[in-house]
Structures are given as C-alpha cells and as structure tokens.
C-alpha cells in the first residue's frame, strides 16, 4: 500500500499541491516479528497491568483507610477518593490525547508514565483526605494518559498479520495486574505484618516500582524496529 499526503496545506489559489509518496506503512506491514516487536508488547502491556494493580488495590485498601489512625476515611471518603481516580482517567485521557498530537506519541509515554509514577509513590506518603484525593486523581490521570496512545502505536508498529492477538494479549495483561494485587494485599494488609497504617502505604509503593521499571524499559527500546525504512529508524536509547 502507497500513502499519498500534501507536503504542505495548499493555498486557494494554488491549482495543485506538492505530494509526498511513502510505502513506509506497507513496508512495516511486511515485517516479521522480532525482538522490537515483544519489547513494545512488554512495555505497553504493563500498562493495563499497573490499572488493574491500581483498581484492585482501591477495593483492597478500604478497609485499611478506615482504620488507618491518621486518615480514619469513612465510606464516604473512600467513594471520594475512588471518584477521584476515575475523573482522572477520563481527564487525563482528553487532555494527554490532545497533547499526543502536539508533542508526539512517545515523548507522552514518558509524561505519562512519570506522572503516574510521581502520583502513585505520593499516595504512598498522604497525610488526610485531600491529599490522598489529590494524588489518586493525577495517578487515574497518568494511567488514561497512556490509554490514548496505547491502542495507535500498534496500529502503526505491530504488522498487520499479529495486530489481532497483540490487541489481546496487551488489553488482557489488566487481569494480571489484578492478580498481582490481591495477592499483594493479602500480604501488606495483613495486620500480623504490617500496622494498618503502613500496609496501604506499601501496596501503593508496589505501583511506584513497576512504574519505575516500565520506564526504564522505555528507555530501551527504539522508535522503530531495526529493519524498518533508514528514514524511520531512531536507535537513540536515551529518555528524550
């Protein structure tokens, strides 16, 4: 397949525009899987895996922000915070979104991600309501920053031929992240362990650190895979 795009927005007057003509979309489309290809699934697949770590430890944790001797939420408070979360997923999709077309797909990876990972780890440390409220709603806001971008880059990365089960296989990585946190919470908020007030505190952490490896994974991986056109390749390993 051959794009054809204007170069340039013609002028009214103009009565033809100049036109460039890749087959760099085909080209990626003939791809074989490689090495790129698993780093990219690995790296955005964990997203959905922090979500469901993040919505399940939300339901885990009441109990211990109720009896946590500093925040002592009620069931209201808890429905605030959970509240919180969600806007910020929503808002942050809208507005991370709309920055994606304006900084570019994968310099947003790495905003997002760097919120949700400041938030999250903030969580870890909130002293009353409104912090704790606060910080859940720029972490929903990190997490539906990277919803945006997500389901595009394997439009334009992934070869036509492994989309299908690559759009599974990352989408379903949710259920391990749930996994992962009910049986972190089993440990961390178990009394016998940890105090209630520092339980939650470490199961928030838990986020912290797998934000933290995800980026530096990102960190590693190319903008292209080696094989793709000379034109489109970046092999530059640096966070920029």
Same mark, same amino acid.
């Given at each position: 397949?051959?794009? +054809?795009?204007?170069?340039?927005?013609?002028?009214?007057?103009?009565?033809?525009?100049?036109l460039v003509?890749? /087959?760099?979309?085909? =080209?990626? /489309? =003939?791809?074989?899987?490689g090495r790129f290809h698993t780093l990219v699934v690995v790296a955005l697949g964990i997203t959905w895996i922090l979500d469901g770590l993040?919505?399940?430890?939300?339901?885990?944790?009441?109990?211990?922000?109720?009896?946590?001797?500093?925040?002592? $939420?009620?069931?209201? /408070?808890?429905?605030?915070?959970?509240?919180?979360?969600?806007?910020?997923?929503?808002?942050?999709?809208?507005? $991370?979104?709309?920055? +994606? /077309? =304006?900084?570019g797909r994968k310099r947003l990876f790495f905003i997002t991600l760097a919120v949700y990972l400041v938030a999250t780890a903030s969580t870890a440390l909130s002293w009353n309501l409104a912090s704790f409220?606060? $910080? =859940? $709603?720029? +972490?929903?806001?990190?997490?539906?920053?990277?919803?945006?971008?997500? @389901?595009?880059?394997?439009?334009?990365?992934?070869?036509?031929?492994y989309r299908g089960w690559t759009d599974l296989v990352i989408n379903g990585s949710f259920w391990i992240g749930t996994a992962l946190g009910a049986a972190g919470s089993l440990v961390l908020l178990d009394p @016998?362990?940890?105090t209630p007030d520092l339980g939650w505190r470490f199961a928030f952490l838990i986020g912290a650190v797998l934000g933290l490896v995800i980026f530096l994974m990102r960190c590693s991986i190319a903008s292209r895979p080696s094989s793709a056109p000379a034109a489109t390749t970046s092999r530059t390993n640096r966070c920029r």
């Open positions: 397949m051959t794009l +054809t795009v204007p170069a340039a927005a013609p002028a009214p007057s103009q009565a033809s525009a100049a003509t890749t /087959d760099i979309p085909a =080209r990626l /489309d =003939r791809l074989h899987w993040e919505v399940t430890l939300a339901g885990a944790i009441s109990p211990a922000l109720k009896e946590s001797p500093q925040l002592r $939420f009620s069931n209201a /408070d808890v429905g605030l915070a959970s509240s919180a979360y969600l806007a910020g997923a929503v808002l942050g999709a809208l507005f $991370f979104g709309w920055l +994606t /077309d =304006r900084l409220a606060l $910080f =859940r $709603f720029f +972490t929903g806001a990190g997490i539906g920053g990277e919803y945006t971008a997500i @389901n595009s880059t394997i439009q334009e990365l992934v070869p036509a031929r @016998n362990v940890l």
